[in-house]
């Protein structure tokens, strides 16, 4: 970075000037928020300066006028920054990072991020007005300096200021009565966010690893977890890099808003149409994106499912179908028994394998076993017609083939005009779709709108098969999102027993191998895919991650709304409580699922990169309610007070972005590692998360030993000590700083061949970014199917369309049929449409929402120059013809509210909006009157067959699988006058 330094600027002492400074500055600055000019740049300007040139008394003396010019800008120093609060799944944009007098003044893109090979576009400039505007954030009033422990009612506000080593001494004690009267259970660090950076969030892992605590699943937690790409092909991380839309002719945005939500590689999809593709935007409103695309579909809300199964029943029935690709791929060919609605099974012809399938020889007409280890068949099968099969006790039954049983389906339920009229979609634009498809080399980008629906995994599931049946994926210029990611830095950092130089990653190899070995000598058609399932699964249990729906059913008063039939689907024959018993009784969910046990209570509970009254859907209400009253003690890792911290016994501070030494944790659709560097010390007693855990540990031993406590027992029945807890955290003193856990996140990297052979930590420093050289050893590896390399457009599943590998699901195959007991009884065995149950009651509204276009989550809604962009206070879209039979004029307050909860909100005139649609984006709920925010009405819903077992892909580890209690698009809600 030298080269980047204004060399005869620099000074030795910037760190030792720093509070100084700051404080000067901030106390000069009023508020202590920064307005920043070029003004207050100038070498030659000392206090007061300013306010004597304006007064006319003063005027600077310049040489030349390009004196003014270089003067302006001249820093201290100027370092490689990036932003962990990243539009994940993307982000990782490259920054510079201006310095003077130990503040951070500016930030702006570097672009210096390549194309991968000169026939595409460049990543450039990669970043957005959130990045180039966060310093500001960094010296807001809501900053946190010192730690603080509540002296009054839990949300009240009244705080004294404690040190460290007290604040750390109440939250050993804690954690050891806990672990003492309830077990390990009774630590929970609630579904932490990598927003506070690779480092911080591997630390939060390893620290509940050492504990035997419990962490409800982040990624599940917030509705980031696709269930059709889970349950289709067994995997979810199948993501594609964003130059791959380069090769695309026809490009789906579909529940997603690039124009907000990825903005830094927006700029693809308008190449993309440079290049001849066209761009269809599937979404209920006319949003941002809109306007650059060539189509929309204005499909109502929680309808996607039947638009996609209308462009099936086109290509069908118009004979536009890739046979071959459906033929193999997925399980259209495999055989359905008509009398009881399972796939034809060896265990039914002739005693064998329960999971081995059958097809008809399409030429020969006789029944065969279809493979198992391959996806490769040896010739044509039959995907229509009726046949018998032979049983093994002597009689026959009728079988169908899957493609059959779905192509009746779609011409009784999905012709154009009858999808259109489920959708709102025009027949004539099905039509037309349906056609393009099947021709057209087409990607799609669905996004985690489709998560956050009670009904989104008949989304995906039907827009899978759109492309299966046209062959449109594992090519280049296929593919369905932008979300698989690296992550081995991360995942082994936190259960890792010794640094990578002393063998730690070579442990981690060998326990990889024993699941292969296992595996594969139980059955030899295994693949390695499954065999790392399988570690993954261990390795989850070992953080203890676990699904969070039971997490909030069990402990968090959730009970109470989904056990609610009237808000769920109305074909389901019992409540989430009910299924749940169900699937615990058969032993599909486990005791390792189950934490907290429903018999334990929780007794300390940890915020990291989590704010749950905002986030937590109904988290608002239940959370005061019910969880807190239950704990003994909770404490926040926080960079700024935000409205979950308020209710926290203990917040310690923490050092942000530019304050500490930091990794991004970049996806496929971004595939670059970014260097954060340590550009200005943290404020005050600021400490990096990574150190306060530390010390958290470290004083747990003190304590424990001053209490005549040496060991506890896990929840496996095994006894772990005290005093062994903090040398183990930072590997018996390898890992005492960010800096250190960065260092041996690069030799991870460099191990697990995510990045070059021989690369380096100070080759990081210097480059300020590295690209992927393959997805690393981890489940990325297996879930894209495809290998990585940098100097190509990057595309998932081309092992299984190319090499014929098999999926990890029940059928071994893509699958679109699941004969499961549950699915049959609710009616989606197939790909199907139903409406959106009534969740929150029966209300004319329905909510939509997703990332505002000034913030990153709720991040930068507080940033005084970001403020100027919009309104400065939550606003909710609606339609203006519904506002006006309601008598609402554009800017007035009025209130929303279903049978759960309520607020108050501006309303926003919007024709863009849908008849009966609303769009919130995300508010801080102190932003909202009473701080109760829109999300306190959001339910979150998750969807009961989502318990289902028994089923390969019907499983949970790290980051995948299970009911999701984030389904917060189209709940229900009225709208009136405040």
């Known amino acids: 970075m030298d080269d980047l330094k204004n060399t005869d600027a620099i000074r030795t002492g910037v760190s030792s000037a720093f509070d100084q400074n700051r404080r000067g500055f901030l106390k000069r600055s009023g508020a202590g928020a920064l307005s920043l000019s070029l003004s207050s740049f100038a070498a030659g300007l000392v206090p007061g300066f300013v306010n004597a040139a304006q007064a006319g008394k003063r005027g600077p003396t310049y040489a030349t006028w390009e004196d003014v010019y270089r003067n302006e800008w001249k820093w201290d120093k100027v370092t490689w920054g990036s932003h962990l609060n990243i539009c994940w799944p993307q982000g990782s944009c490259k920054f510079y990072v201006y310095v003077r007098n130990g503040i951070v003044w500016r930030e702006e893109q570097a ?29 807001g009033e809501e900053r946190l300096k010192y730690p603080l422990k509540r002296v009054g009612k839990r949300g009240e506000g009244k705080w004294k200021r404690v040190s460290w080593d007290e604040a750390t001494a109440d939250i050993a004690d804690a954690i050891i009565d806990g672990i003492e009267t309830e077990g390990t259970d009774s630590f929970i660090l609630d579904s932490p966010h990598v927003h506070a950076g690779s480092v911080a969030n591997s630390g939060g892992y390893r620290m509940t690893y050492l504990l035997d605590g419990v962490s409800p699943d982040n990624n599940v937690d917030i509705g980031d977890t696709y269930s059709g790409a889970f349950h289709t092909f067994g995997k979810m991380h199948m993501g594609y890099s964003a130059d791959n839309l380069l090769d695309s002719e026809l490009i789906f945005m579909t529940c997603s808003n690039w124009s907000y939500t990825y903005p830094s590689s927006y700029h693809f999809m308008t190449e993309a149409r440079y290049k ?5 935007v599937v979404a209920p409103d006319f949003n941002p994106t809109t306007p650059g695309a060539d189509l929309h579909v204005p499909v109502k809300v929680g309808r996607d499912a039947a638009f996609w199964l209308g462009l099936c029943q086109v290509m069908i029935d118009e004979k536009l179908i890739d046979r071959q690709f459906a033929s193999e791929q997925t399980d259209l060919p495999l055989l359905v028994r008509t009398d009881n609605g399972k796939f034809l099974s060896a ?84 039509r037309e779709l349906g056609r393009k498809v099947a021709k057209k080399r087409t990607s799609s980008y669905i996004g985690f709108t489709a998560a956050k629906s009670y009904h989104g995994d008949l989304f995906e599931r039907s827009m899978y098969l759109a492309m299966a049946l046209s062959g449109n994926w594992g090519k280049p210029g296929t593919g369905f999102y932008s979300w698989a990611y690296a992550e081995d830095n991360m995942f082994f950092l936190a259960v890792m027993n010794k640094p990578t130089a002393q063998g730690g990653m070579n442990e981690m190899a060998e326990m990889q191998k024993s699941f292969h070995e296992r595996l594969k000598k139980g059955d030899p058609t295994s693949t390695d895919e499954m065999a790392d399932i399988e570690f993954t699964k261990a390795v989850t249990t ?30 389901l024959k019992t409540t989430f409580g009910g299924y749940l018993k169900e699937a615990v009784d058969k032993g599909w969910w486990t005791k390792d699922h189950l934490r907290p046990a429903p018999d334990k209570t929780p007794q300390v509970y940890m915020m990291i990169s989590h704010n749950p009254i905002r986030r937590k859907r109904s988290g608002a209400k239940l959370y005061p309610e019910v969880l807190f009253p239950k704990l003994k003690m909770i404490f926040a890792m926080e960079v700024r007070m935000s409205s979950s911290a308020m209710y926290a016994d203990i917040v310690l501070p923490c050092a942000w972005y530019y304050e500490k030494h930091e990794i991004t944790t970049p996806c496929s659709g971004n595939p670059f590692f970014t260097f954060v560097d340590r550009a200005v010390a943290p404020p005050a007693e600021c400490k990096e998360e990574w150190e306060g855990m530390a010390l958290i540990l470290k004083k747990v031993g003190e304590r424990a030993k001053a209490r005549g406590l040496t060991e506890f027992v896990d929840h496996y029945g095994k006894k772990r000590r005290y005093d062994e807890l903090y040398s183990k955290f930072v590997m018996d003193g390898h890992l005492i700083t960010n800096e250190d856990c960065v260092k041996e996140m690069v030799q991870i990297n460099e191990a697990a061949e995510v990045f070059p052979k021989g690369y380096t930590y100070e080759q ?41 590998k098999v999926y990890p699901t029940h059928t071994r195959r893509a699958q679109f049929y699941f004969d499961h007991d549950w699915y049959l009884e609710a009616g989606e065995a197939l790909p199907t449409h139903k409406d959106p149950p009534l969740i929150g009651g029966d209300h004319p509204f329905q909510v939509t929402g997703g990332h505002p276009r000034v913030s990153i989550h709720s991040t930068h809604l507080s940033n005084a120059h970001l403020s100027r962009l919009h309104r400065g206070q939550p606003v909710v879209h609606m339609n203006d013809h519904d506002a006006a039979e309601l008598g609402i004029k554009d800017g007035e307050m009025v209130k929303m509210f279903n049978d759960f909860a309520d607020c108050e909100i501006m309303a926003r005139l919007a024709p863009n909006i849908q008849p009966k649609q609303c769009v919130v984006y995300f508010w801080e709920a102190y932003q909202y009157k009473q701080w109760k925010p829109y999300d306190i009405m959001l339910i979150g819903m998750p969807k009961a067959l989502h318990l289902a077992g028994g089923y390969e892909q019907f499983r949970y580890y790290y980051l995948n699988g299970s009911p999701a209690p984030a389904t917060d698009r189209g709940v229900r809600v009225n709208i009136k006058k405040a």
Request: glycine share 8%; hydrophobic share 35%; charged share 20%.
């Open 111 to 139: 672009a210096q991020t390549a194309a991968c090979n000169p026939d595409y576009v460049d990543y450039n400039p990669s970043g957005c007005q959130k990045g180039a505007a966060f310093n500001n954030n960094l010296y």
């Open 276 to 280: 001849g593709a066209e761009v269809v």
């Open 347 to 430: 265990a039914d012809v002739d005693g064998g394998h329960a999971k081995q399938f059958y097809v008809i020889d399409e030429k020969s007409g006789a029944l065969r076993e279809a493979p198992r280890g391959t996806l490769r068949l040896d010739g044509p099968v039959a995907l229509e017609g009726t046949f018998s099969a032979k049983l093994r006790d002597g009689g026959t039954v009728q079988v169908r083939p899957v493609f059959q049983l779905m192509k009746d389906q779609l011409d009784k339920e999905f012709t154009p005009e009858k999808a259109s009229a489920k959708s709102g979609a025009p027949a004539s634009l099905i």
């Open 542 to 571: 070992l953080m203890g991650a676990v699904p969070p729906a039971m997490w909030l059913y069990n402990h968090a008063g959730y009970d109470q709304l989904y056990n609610n039939k009237a808000w769920a689907d109305p074909s």
């Open 764 to 804: 990081l420093k210097h480059d300020g970014q590295v690209k992927f050289t393959s997805l690393g050893q981890s489940v990325a590896k297996y879930a894209c199917g495809n290998e990585y390399d940098p100097t190509k457009p990057f595309f998932p599943l081309r092992w299984h369309v190319d090499d014929r």
